[in-house]
């Protein structure tokens, strides 16, 4: 393993970074950053165990509880037509608005198993369901790890019974790190969020590092709050959420066969956030704050990353927007540029005309940092070296302007560089 | 730079490679390879100088003419919308049945450069025109390098002036080494094709080795015969031979904005192809051949290609089917999985089930090399050292069996390997 990714959060000797560092997630003013010691909401424990998985013996199992009465919950999957054995299970045989615990493990993804990935996969779901005293329709599954491996079960099954006496509001952080893969960083946090009604807390342990794509979850993300939740209200936010970050995150392009977004709710602070209030607007402020600050960690820890950028594209039809974003986004011309620190932005050019077929000769402008270079798809001319200069950050901005009005879109995606290849050329099965 | 891949042709010293040499292009039995200093067919010309653009000082300009009467002609381009002014100004000015000749640059694309672009072009073409004595609606233009960058006339039309002494039925090598950007192997056949009605001469040029998409002609391809066509059928075999080949070729997903394949017709043989005929089904079977062998000889000249491969899909409905092959085609996962010689199959069940959303629990057969390894979308039994020595080949082979009849379609991809990153991380605008 070579040294981490120079924008590795915790890698530093330096003081802790902000959880909200990114230029393009300003922090809500109702909301407070309690850093990563705080803990879980009221009414949750966590904790994360050493089952034997992974050959690295890192850990590799995660528990999640809540102990409210009645639990309100919402879940998001991949939109993969060979999801995982998990995600199937869990979608079959959960009652995905009262999920009150989380079985997650990392070091094999339990896909392209059939029946037996199945049946191992309800085997665990029982085990949880009996360790912890719920129903096993209570019981959400995750795993992320190599593709086409059985499910190591029985390891799994101790790792449950270990996990039980260490379940504790603390436990976030070895939770988060049972969901590891190839991740770098630790994609946690603990917040606090003013709302009218009363103060919450809002938490969440996320898991992302290669098989990033714009198109819905594709990670594993767990969110919690102690704010009292009606399970459409908990839906509407998740799924708002989710659109304007995991679906706006790329790091190769690759919809994963296992991404999972569970949002829980105990409703231990007695702060009941009503459907179309303040305290709703304002925890979705919060949630979509987290949220899009998790999906930019997320780019920024993907496999290899060293440079992250955001695309925004304005104007023409949302379905030409929206084309043209992941186009640039998931270019690997575009994608190697942005890694070398190379201005050239004729990259861009063709990938936008790449996904616009038939509209030639297109006026497209583009901006990088704010610097125009391409005006009704010719060069204009601008000062290289500052050009130069502006795309060695580490985090870039390419702004593209389609004819027309209407539409905006945006995606976040990593650089493709060395350390991609390195990883995914020799992680073998 | 560091040494060519193990697949370019001309680099080893053993004896010269057949130019029939895939597994996937068996040579029709009334084809013969002339080798590589044949020369073009009866009645054309060409030649290839080095005009200055390139700062290596290699060959950078190549100008090809037809000294026909009526000369026939066929061309296909991009479907970018971003297209090169060369692209633009050829579709616009010139009578596309009725080429003459062809300037071909390297260097520099002429992409991205608005009006001046296009008077640039228009610019070259004309003197083109005046140098070769034949209308400038006669003339093609392709230019091939660098996007938005100037193109630089006054070498250009210097170049013009020093190739018209240097024109000759032999000039297909300098005029194809004019053409090269990335490529590192020559990409260039002159076969003899047996028809009923007579033998004729069928001669192609062809660059490429990046911005390789299966999306038409992602290349530059020049292809000449002294048989004797109508527009008609020139304009049939091209479109036809051409979904066929370049169509399935990807080295990176990335449409260009200067794809361009232009078939020429001396008829200098005498031998006449009419419409519907046998001569007509064997000069089809000629250059299918031909363009699917210069296809494969692209994707393997790839950039930092070091092994090949052919998805084959059955099943399905069409666009399903392509949508399949050209997610696991382009998947950077798939590629470094190729390029590892990593038997990770797991990444094609994840491609194909990105490709194909909302149809879970999908029924996927997988075969890599000849072995089952998954069938109705689980793991199946298999010889684990068998299929690891499988994917060290230089031509592996994956098929995707999709439930339902119908659908059957291939796509032609390369690895994705350090050597891409370096290329295209370094090179600079």
């Known amino acids: 393993m070579s040294d981490p990714s120079p924008l590795a959060a915790g890698t530093s ?12 997630v300003p922090a809500p003013a109702h909301v407070r950053d309690l850093g990563p010691d705080a803990g879980l909401p009221r009414g949750f424990r966590a904790a994360g165990v050493v089952c034997g998985i992974k050959p690295s013996g890192n850990r590799d199992l995660g528990v999640l509880v809540c102990d409210a009465d009645k ?11 060979t999801p995982a054995a998990p995600v199937l ?8 608005s009262e999920l009150r615990a989380v079985l997650a493990n990392s070091g094999c993804a339990n896909a392209a198993t059939g029946g037996r990935g199945l049946d191992d996969a309800a085997k665990t779901q029982g085990a949880a369901a009996i360790a912890l005293a719920v ?24 790792g449950i019974l270990a996990a039980g006496p260490l379940l504790s509001p603390a ?8 969901i590891q893969t190839t991740d770098l960083t630790e994609k946690r946090a603990s917040l606090e969020v003013a709302l009218p009604s009363g103060t919450v807390r809002l938490t969440a342990q996320c898991k992302g590092a290669g098989m990033i794509s714009p198109n819905f979850a594709t990670m594993l993300c767990f969110v919690q709050t102690d704010a009292e939740l009606a399970p459409e209200t908990a839906e509407l936010l998740l799924s708002v959420c989710v659109q304007r970050s995991f679906d706006r995150a790329s790091v190769d392009g690759q919809l994963s066969t296992n991404d999972t977004a569970i949002l829980m709710c105990s409703g231990a602070s ?37 440079r992250i950028a955001r695309v925004v594209v304005r104007g023409g039809h949302p379905a030409g927007a929206e084309a043209v974003a992941r186009a640039v986004a998931n270019s690997p011309l575009v994608k190697t540029a942005l890694h070398g620190g190379d201005p050239n932005w004729g990259r861009i050019v063709q990938a936008v005309g790449a996904a616009l077929p038939g ?10 940092e704010g610097m125009n270079v391409c005006a009704a798809g010719a060069a204009i001319g601008y000062d290289q070296q500052a050009l130069e200069a502006a795309v060695q950050g580490s985090e870039l901005e390419y702004e593209i302007g389609l004819p027309g009005q209407g539409a905006e879109t945006e995606v976040f995606f990593s650089d493709l560089g060395h350390e991609y290849i390195r990883i995914n050329a020799d992680y073998t099965t």
């Open 171 to 178: 436990g976030d952080a070895t939770f988060q790190q049972a």
């Open 89 to 96: 299970v869990t979608q079959r045989r959960c009652r995905l």
């Open 135 to 158: 129903d096993p329709a209570e019981v959400a599954l995750a795993s992320t790890g190599a593709i086409s491996h059985h499910l190591p079960v029985a390891p799994i099954l101790k």
């Open 270 to 306: 007695g702060v009941r956030v009503e459907p179309a209030s303040e305290d709703e607007l304002r925890l979705g402020e919060a949630l979509d704050a987290l949220l899009r600050q998790l999906a930019i960690m997320m780019v920024a820890d993907g496999e290899g990353a060293e």
């Open 13 to 24: 000797t330096g003081p802790p970074q902000p959880f909200f560092h990114s230029r393009w």
């Open 71 to 81: 639990p309100v919950s919402a879940a998001r999957f991949t939109a993969s037509g």
């Open 359 to 368: 509209t030639a000769p297109l006026a497209v402008d583009v901006a990088i």
